[in-house]
């Protein structure tokens, strides 16, 4: 089967340092997708990653590790503005451009 | 702003209504999608276009019917929709289907109440 696990929740601090894990178990790989999603808005694409490794885009980071089928999304410098929900996806095998989704955690920041 | 538009962003039909929802890029992409979005859940595919022609569709009732008239619009025909259909409705684009680092590209979405 196909499978992506992400906590729930998850709450942190304004200026502070978050980190949202997620595993993944699916058929195939063709790379992991993690999208920012407001309550009532767009999902917007935050970052990609297909080869082992960190990829850091301004205050926000992901790294991939795929022989242990494990993401996560780094957030620095919190900001009110970051609450919101983070989906992971994967893309499996095949040219489909199916994305398999985690549900998705809600990211509360507080002052 | 996002570069996906769609049409209506609310609606509210009854069950024998017969509505469109509509959904236009300029980004030259060739594959475009329709998600389902329930509250507190991830998207859920419905529909994928591959250079204008229907790749997959998730087994999704016939009271839903997507239309391609060219690879900048995707429509979503309703017909006698149910009350549980009621949620959000999210058109996506990205270049192709296949490939390395085509992200999905989102609309804001049309926001569908079935009374």
């Known amino acids: 089967g196909q499978n992506i696990d992400q906590p729930t929740e998850m709450t942190a601090t304004e200026g502070a340092i978050v980190q949202i894990n997620c595993t993944y178990q699916t058929s195939g790989f063709n790379g992991l997708f993690w999208y920012q999603q407001h309550a009532g808005e767009a999902p917007t694409f935050l970052s990609y990653?297909?080869?082992?490794g960190l990829e850091e885009k301004g205050r926000f980071s992901s790294f991939l590790s795929r022989s242990k089928g494990y993401s996560y999304l780094l957030l620095k410098e919190l900001q009110m503005k970051d609450s919101a929900s983070y989906l992971c996806a994967v893309k499996g095998s095949g040219n489909t451009g199916k994305l398999i989704f985690g549900q998705g955690t809600t990211l509360q920041v507080k002052p | 702003d996002t570069e996906v538009t769609q049409t209506p962003k609310h609606l509210v039909m009854g069950m024998t209504n017969k509505k469109s929802l509509k959904c236009e890029q300029h980004m030259g992409h060739r594959a475009m999608y329709w998600y389902k979005q329930k509250a507190k859940k991830p998207p859920e595919l419905m529909f994928v276009?591959?250079?204008?022609?229907?790749?997959i569709n998730e087994s999704v009732p016939s009271r839903f019917s997507p239309e391609c008239p060219n690879s900048s619009l995707l429509n979503l025909h309703l017909h006698a929709l149910q009350p549980e259909d009621s949620a959000l409705y999210l058109c996506a684009s990205s270049l192709t289907t296949g490939g390395y680092n085509q992200p999905q590209h989102f609309g804001d979405g049309t926001r569908l109440s079935i009374l």
């Open positions: 990653n297909v080869l082992d």
């Open positions: 276009y591959s250079y204008e022609k229907l790749s």
